[in-house]
């Protein structure tokens, strides 16, 4: 029992540490600027002028071809690694002032994005190194060379229904402005909260229609063998653009995962961490 304590002493010591609080302030910035890009690409997928990928992966390469742009990579990089470290104590230790049900979902959330940081992370760097491929394709890839059995079909379409389920929860987290416990309000002028709420809850609901979606794209193409709609978040914008209205509804979504971009800026200032 000594044991398990010291361990538990010494992990709840890393996890305060300044300096990884720092780095995933910092880590949260460059978070920001990814969806900022990631968003004026699907502004430009919804008038059909961009032929770069439309997801975080597409804005990465985009950033890279930038002056400064690998030293802004690399800046990144170091962030969303620290950001991973961060979510990861969390998922292990933290959340220690909810309980029950609440703090699991929290736990299994810290998961997610210790994972989704570190992939984001790991991409940076390959784009840096100029080995990054186009994503979209390799899911396709992916998805085609598993769909060749049914049990692999079977698979793909459960990760699409895990990726729609993550993004409909992504909505509703928005919309309850569950965010903002954890937020410090307190520290917050009347001006900021607000804009803080209008901008948590904008982008959470759109980029959780477009992870909604590319996951029901995932499973519409295990179900009719259709590897070339389980292309990720790319599939999901350009499947919206192609719908009636749907450059005035993608330019929307656009705009909402812009807001979670300068979201993110906030949270690098009053995000608990």
């Given amino acids: 029992m000594s044991l398990t304590r010291n361990a538990g002493a010494t992990a709840s010591q890393a996890a305060n540490s300044r300096w990884l609080e720092l780095l995933t302030r910092a880590g949260f910035i460059g978070y920001g600027i990814v969806h900022l890009l990631f968003g004026w690409l699907a502004l430009q997928i919804a008038f059909g002028k961009s032929g770069e990928e439309g997801n975080q992966n597409g804005a990465l390469r985009t950033l890279g071809a930038q002056p400064m742009g690998k030293v802004l990579l690399v800046t990144i990089a170091v962030g969303l690694f620290a950001m991973a470290i961060w979510q990861a104590f969390e998922a292990a230790i933290g959340h220690r002032g909810l309980r029950d049900k609440d703090r699991l979902f929290e736990r299994v959330a810290s998961v997610v994005r210790t994972l989704v940081f570190l992939w984001l992370g790991w991409t940076a760097i390959k784009v840096f190194q100029e080995a990054s491929s186009n994503a979209a394709d390799q899911q396709q890839a992916l998805s085609e060379k598993l769909m060749t059995s049914t049990g692999g079909r079977w698979l793909v379409g ?114 608990r961490v």
Avoid at 163 to 182: P, R
Avoid at 213 to 240: F, H, N, Q, S
Wanted: hydrophobic letters at 50%.
């Fill in 158 to 271: 459960l990760a699409g229904l895990v990726l729609a389920l993550v993004g409909i929860g992504m909505v509703i987290y928005g919309l309850k402005k569950k965010f903002e416990k954890n937020l410090k309000t307190g520290e917050m002028s009347p001006k900021t909260h607000t804009l803080a709420r209008r901008l948590g809850m904008a982008g959470y609901a759109a980029r959780g229609t477009v992870f909604a979606v590319a996951g029901i794209l995932i499973i519409v193409a295990a179900v009719k063998y259709d590897p070339e709609k389980a292309r990720g978040l790319d599939a999901a914008l350009r499947t919206m653009r192609d719908q009636p209205w749907g450059p005035v509804i993608l330019a929307l979504m656009a705009l909402g995962i812009a807001a979670f971009g300068v979201y993110c800026f906030l949270q690098s200032r009053y995000r």
